[in-house]
C-alpha cells in the first residue's frame, strides 16, 4: 500500500510539472496544438512561450513565440502585437547575428510607466529560404507590366531563384489560424482597436500589406526599413513603382488607422531615403496627419537589429499610447 502511495504522489508531481510548463488553449478546436514555455530563454523580464511547428493550411509550419509581461493576468484584457522574424526578438544568445530586438526590455518598460496599455507580443518565426516569398506584398506583383513581370520572373528562373509568392496565404495563416488561437488561448482583445502589426525590411513591406489587405483586422502596423525596393537593389527596378500603385489603391482609412514607418542611411538603409517624399505624399494625399502617419529618419542608423531596439518605444508609444 505505502509503496503504491509512494508511486501515486511521484506521478502527481510528474503532471503538476508538465502543467507548469504547456500553456493549454482554452477551447478543443486547438488541443493538437502544444504550446511550451521557455524555460531557459535569456529575458530581461516576463515570459516566453513557444509553438514548435504552428500547423497551417496555408504557408510552411513555423516556430510561434508568444512574450507575455511580467505579471500577466488572466484577470485584465491586453492587446496583441504581431511580429515577422520572430526568432530576432528576444533572445541574443540564440539569433544568427547574437543581436536581438529587446522587445521584452522596451515593452515592459512602457508598460510599467504607463505610457502604453498593456499587451502581449506575437513573434512568428521566418524560415530562411522562403522569407522573400511569404514576405513580399504579392497584389504588388498586379501593378507591374507585363513586360516587367515577365523580365522579373525572367531573371528569377535564371537564378534558380523561386517565384513561388505566398504573401496573401501568409496573412490568411495570421488572420484565420494564428489569431483565432491566440484569441482563444490568452486574455487579450480580439477587436481591430487592439490589434497591431510590425516588422522590419520585408517584415516592414508586409505589415504595411497586413494593414492594407485586412483594414478591418489590424488598426495599425509598425514598418521599420521598409524594403521598398521590394528585392535586390538595382538601377531601373520596377518593384518600388509597382509597390506605392498598390498602396495607393489600398491605402487604409485614414479615420481609423495609424501607420509608423522609419528608415536611416547606412548599409542596406541606405537606398531608402529617396522613397520617403513618395511615401509621405501617399498618406497625405490619403487624409492622413501627424496624429496617425509618422516616416522618421534616423541619421547614421543602418539595417540592423542595433538600430531598431534603439526607436523601438517610438512605434509602440505612437501605437498603444493609453
Avoid at 76 to 88: F, P, R
Avoid at 245 to 263: C, G, I, Q, T, V
Avoid at 284 to 305: I, M, R, W
Wanted: some cysteine; overall charge neutral; glycine content about 4%.
Amino acid at each position: 500500500m505505502k509503496k503504491l502511495l509512494f508511486l501515486f504522489l511521484i506521478l502527481l508531481i510528474i503532471s503538476c510539472k508538465t502543467q507548469k510548463q504547456e500553456v493549454k488553449p482554452k477551447e478543443n478546436s486547438y488541443a493538437n496544438i502544444t504550446a511550451t514555455v521557455l524555460e531557459k530563454a535569456v529575458l530581461a523580464s516576463g515570459k516566453l512561450i513557444r509553438v514548435a511547428s504552428f500547423p497551417s493550411k496555408n504557408i510552411v509550419p513555423r516556430p510561434v513565440d508568444v512574450w507575455l509581461p511580467e505579471n500577466y493576468s488572466s484577470e485584465k484584457k491586453y492587446a496583441v502585437l504581431y511580429m515577422h522574424d520572430g526568432q530576432n526578438l528576444f533572445d541574443a544568445t540564440t539569433t544568427w547575428n547574437k543581436q536581438e530586438w529587446m522587445i521584452d526590455e522596451v515593452a515592459s518598460k512602457l508598460m510599467k510607466e504607463g505610457i502604453t496599455r498593456d499587451f502581449i507580443v506575437v513573434a512568428i518565426h521566418n524560415i530562411p529560404k522562403i522569407r522573400w516569398q511569404d514576405l513580399f506584398p504579392e497584389k504588388a506583383m498586379d501593378f507591374l507590366s507585363k513586360e516587367d513581370k515577365d523580365a522579373i520572373y525572367s531573371e528569377a528562373k535564371k537564378n534558380s531563384f523561386s517565384t513561388d509568392l505566398k504573401g496573401d496565404e501568409y496573412l490568411k495563416f495570421m488572420v484565420e489560424e494564428l489569431k483565432p488561437y491566440i484569441d482563444n488561448t490568452y486574455s487579450v482583445h480580439s477587436n481591430k482597436e487592439n490589434t497591431f502589426v510590425a516588422g522590419s525590411s520585408m517584415g516592414g513591406l508586409m505589415s504595411m500589406y497586413a494593414v492594407a489587405e485586412y483594414p478591418t483586422i489590424f488598426a495599425g502596423a509598425a514598418c521599420f526599413s521598409t524594403h521598398w525596393v521590394g528585392g535586390t537593389p538595382k538601377e531601373e527596378n520596377p518593384l518600388p513603382a509597382a509597390i506605392f500603385s498598390y498602396l495607393e489603391a489600398n491605402l487604409p482609412a485614414a479615420e481609423s488607422h495609424k501607420m509608423y514607418f522609419d528608415y536611416g542611411n547606412k548599409t542596406l538603409d541606405a537606398f531608402y531615403p529617396k522613397y520617403a517624399p513618395k511615401v509621405d505624399s501617399i498618406f497625405k494625399k490619403g487624409g492622413y496627419n501627424a496624429s496617425n502617419f509618422q516616416n522618421l529618419f534616423f541619421e547614421g542608423t543602418d539595417h540592423s537589429e542595433l538600430s531598431w531596439q534603439k526607436r523601438l518605444d517610438f512605434p509602440l508609444t505612437f501605437l498603444l499610447k493609453k
